[in-house]
């Protein structure tokens, strides 16, 4: 049976009320970027496995079960270990002569070409771990509060920044909706004879396509009732709201993100 | 069970069912729950919503990731490695909550068929097919067989559903609330042909609804559930008699039995398990004295 949700971790919110969720909003945010930003600029495995090594605290710290994330990472990893292998096959970079491992006409396995794979897979991995973790551990509001406080300045400048956070959130928001459709309508359409459930990658994946249809007019439907209900209850950007719940940011949370940016500054420097 | 006696077409076994079992978001929509029905049976599932009717309804094609020994088939365990699972399906028919999510192709013509060619049915006895079912649900054959779907009434893409199903010729046919979203009309014409249907073809037949209103004129067994747990399991009437606890459930009563309730201030022994208002009416006159 097609157990999406079982199976894909990114974009999922669990609430575990760790350490972690409890943080400042914004604080996590900041510290994501910092994150995201140190991931393009380590460049040598030592880096990377310093900077691992704050990632297995986070995982610790969240409590969100390691087996779950691995196993709806599943997919992800599939994907990357494909791309990888081309990269490696196809490395266009200078190698020297003494770096082939394997060669037949085009392709190739050197170790110059392992190594640049390596750091580009841990880079990906780094990257896709520190938002899917943001996800897991940020309810829809508060990364909607969070966003709009960060690039609320923006606002002067005439950037509708309430407005393009607002489509970011509603574009998340509608992720488990559409795959709780897709899930529903596999089972729907298996009942009456087409086997999801059954079949090699290839059938399994043309099948998929068969739900795109009916998906795309259940997405169209519901924005369009969406857009008609805000226009109903006057929705007019969030310039104008106020917010039931302030966010406030307390030492603790400065003293993570000293440490995120401490620890990432260290990584890039081994 | 004796040598030589049939086995129940359908069985579920102390059947438990958890969502995303071993994950963080794991839900438990069925605790413990047994009960058969043999074939020919018409058996209503009630309950509220997250009561656990739907994913009873899923258990029957197959359509969950089921442990060894909970469901059966014909007495066979639907979930034992080499069971043919398409053929489940080709003999347990299910019409969705939503029918959308059934319909397959644009035309409905095209969409009732899709089942019988699936299943290699010739496109001669496919047609035949199309046409009876359609028929069958009061779409008829030459109106109906090149419109579009997506055109159609809410009621009528149902019938569309249901004629999908109908044309599998299942012995067995499972509808998860059948009624909802229908008006008055369209409810009383359904249950009209769903009635002739049973009977024409001696299906047997679930129906679920958190409402006994419509159940009750379909089925004469009713198993209640609660928290993914048996509540109730007997027959309509006797199920009925217990009026305040299945109010006290959340279950929707049928309207006889409801004004009954609420009639039993003024005569303390009006009895609940009344099925037609013909019949309610008859009680209230024996009470009034009137011949």
């Known amino acids: 049976m097609l157990e999406l949700q079982r199976n894909v971790v990114f974009g999922q919110f669990v609430d575990t009320e760790s350490a972690i969720h409890r943080m400042d909003p914004r604080i996590k945010l900041a510290a994501t970027f910092v994150m995201l930003v140190a991931s393009f600029v380590i460049d040598d495995f030592l880096g990377f496995a310093v900077a691992l090594a704050l990632l297995a605290a986070i995982q610790v710290v969240s409590r969100i079960p390691l087996g779950y994330f691995l196993r709806g990472s599943g997919f992800f990893l599939g994907f990357l270990v494909f791309v990888l292998a081309f990269q490696v096959l196809f490395y266009p970079g200078e190698v020297s002569d003494s770096g082939y491992l394997w060669r037949w006409g085009v392709l190739s396995v050197s170790t110059e070409g392992l190594r640049a794979a390596g750091i580009l897979g841990l880079r990906v991995i780094f990257l896709y771990y520190v938002t899917t973790m943001l996800m897991l551990t940020t309810s829809l509001v508060d990364l909607t509060n969070g966003l709009e406080l960060i690039f609320g300045p923006l606002q002067r400048l005439k950037i509708p920044i309430n407005e393009l956070v607002l489509v970011f959130v509603i574009a998340i928001k509608f992720v488990p909706i559409f795959i709780e459709e897709v899930e529903r309508l596999a089972r729907a359409q298996t009942a009456r004879g087409v086997p999801f459930d059954e079949g090699g990658a290839i059938k399994r994946a043309r099948r998929l396509g068969r739900l795109l249809v009916p998906i795309f007019i259940g997405g169209f439907a519901r924005a369009d009732v969406l857009t008609t209900a805000m226009n109903t209850r006057c929705y007019r950007g969030g310039r104008h709201r106020t917010k039931f719940r302030q966010l406030s940011t307390r030492l603790s949370d400065w003293l993570i993100l000293a440490l995120v940016v401490g620890w990432m500054v260290a990584a890039r420097l081994v | ?291």
């Open chain 2, 1 to 291: 069970m004796n040598p030589g006696e049939e086995p129940p077409i359908l069985e579920l076994r102390g059947f438990r069912y958890t969502y995303l079992e071993g994950t963080p978001k794991a839900n438990e929509a069925l605790r413990d729950v047994s009960f058969s029905i043999r074939r020919g049976e018409r058996v209503a599932i009630v309950g509220p919503t997250r009561s656990g009717k739907s994913t009873v309804v899923d258990s029957f094609a197959h359509l969950l990731r089921l442990k060894r020994g909970q469901v059966f088939y014909e007495g066979e365990d639907v979930a034992a490695p080499g069971y043919d699972r398409a053929a489940l399906r080709r003999r347990v028919g299910i019409v969705f909550q939503r029918p959308d999510s059934q319909l397959i192709e644009d035309v409905v013509g095209a969409d009732v068929a899709f089942g019988p060619t699936a299943a290699g049915i010739s496109a001669e006895d496919t047609r035949r097919r199309v046409e009876e079912s359609l028929d069958a649900l009061g779409l008829p054959y030459p109106d109906f067989r090149l419109r579009y779907v997506h055109a159609l009434s809410g009621g009528q893409r149902r019938r569309v559903a249901i004629a999908g199903v109908i044309a599998m010729r299942t012995p067995v046919l499972v509808l998860d609330e059948p009624m909802a979203g229908l008006d008055p009309r369209g409810r009383r014409e359904l249950l009209g042909l769903l009635r002739r249907l049973a009977d024409d073809r001696h299906l047997t037949l679930v129906v679920c609804s958190a409402s006994l209103n419509d159940a009750s004129l379909l089925c004469d067994r009713v198993v209640v559930l609660s928290e993914g747990r048996v509540e109730m399991d007997e027959p309509l009437r006797e199920v009925l008699r217990e009026a305040d606890k299945l109010a006290a459930l959340d279950v929707t009563l049928p309207e006889p039995v409801e004004g009954a309730r609420e009639l039993r201030k003024l005569f303390p022994d009006l009895p609940a398990d009344l099925l037609t208002e013909e019949e309610l009416e008859s009680e209230l006159m024996k009470r009034l004295g009137v011949a």
